[in-house]
T-cell receptor, first 113, second 118 residues
Framework: DTGVSQNPRHKITKRGQNVTFRCDPISEHNRLYWYRQTLGQGPEFLTYFQNEAQLEKSRLLSDRFSAERPKGSFSTLEIQRTEQGDSAMYLC???????????FGPGTRLTVT | AQTVTQSQPEMSVQEAETVTLSCTYDTSESDYYLFWYKQPPSRQMILVIRQEAYKQQNATENRFSVNFQKAAKSFSLKISDSQLGDAAMYFCAYRSKYSGGGADGLTFGKGTHLIIQP
């Protein structure tokens, strides 16, 4: 069990550029969650997958955000036309089907300049 | 929508002493789950303890215990015999028992920064 991994760990981009993050969950976990954490705040739920199906999307997930989990394994989160307000830590978590215990990855810190 | 409030932005405790972190929440649901997560500096978040709302008995994990007051919608975390490694941000979180409408995600408070004085 290598835990949840996320890449890259840090990303600096210019406003208007597109960025993509990757999350690799714990191998036997079929649920995968994305959260966003801004400075001084707790994480906020964005979306989650059960296997390859995206079952829930928060209203925080604007049209510029898209997430995929094509084969029910790793997931990607893409942000198009980044804005300074997108600067945050993006956290991924995974769990077994019940979802009671979510295991978090180290996060990807995005800075939009 | 559910909300979670942590009213203590920062707490400080002497090593080996006991500290209690406060959390209140608001929900119209009768069955749900509550969690305390720990986020050490520059490290990933880990689950400290979980409480199921239908269980009256307070959860305990080694030096960590909770005081769950369902009627008051209060869920505090007590850390006994504080250690230097306990220094971290602590987040209280809520999860609905039911699916849909974002209920499967966790709703977090803003966190409490715990400082351990040697």
């Amino acid at each position: 069990d290598t835990g949840v991994s996320q890449n890259p760990r840090h990303k600096i981009t210019k406003r208007g550029q597109n960025v993509t993050f990757r999350c690799d969950p714990i191998s036997e976990h079929n649920r995968l969650y994305w959260y966003r954490q801004t400075l001084g705040q707790g994480p906020e739920f964005l979306t989650y997958f059960q296997n390859e199906a995206q079952l829930e999307k928060s209203r925080l997930l604007s049209d510029r955000f898209s997430a995929e989990r094509p084969k029910g394994s790793f997931s990607t989160l893409e942000i198009q036309r980044t804005e300074q307000g997108d600067s945050a830590m993006y956290l991924c978590a995974s769990s077994v089907r019940t979802g009671l215990e979510q295991y978090f990855g180290p996060g990807t810190r995005l800075t939009v300049t | 929508a559910q909300t979670v409030t942590q009213s203590q932005p920062e707490m400080s405790v002497q090593e080996a002493e006991t500290v209690t972190l406060s959390c209140t929440y608001d929900t119209s649901e009768s069955d749900y789950y509550l969690f305390w997560y720990k986020q050490p500096p520059s490290r990933q978040m880990i689950l400290v303890i979980r409480q199921e709302a239908y269980k009256q008995q307070n959860a305990t994990e080694n030096r960590f215990s909770v005081n769950f007051q369902k009627a008051a919608k209060s869920f505090s975390l007590k850390i006994s015999d504080s250690q230097l490694g306990d220094a971290a941000m602590y987040f209280c979180a809520y999860r609905s028992k039911y699916s849909g409408g974002g209920a499967d995600g966790l709703t977090f408070g803003k966190g409490t920064h715990l400082i351990i004085q040697p």
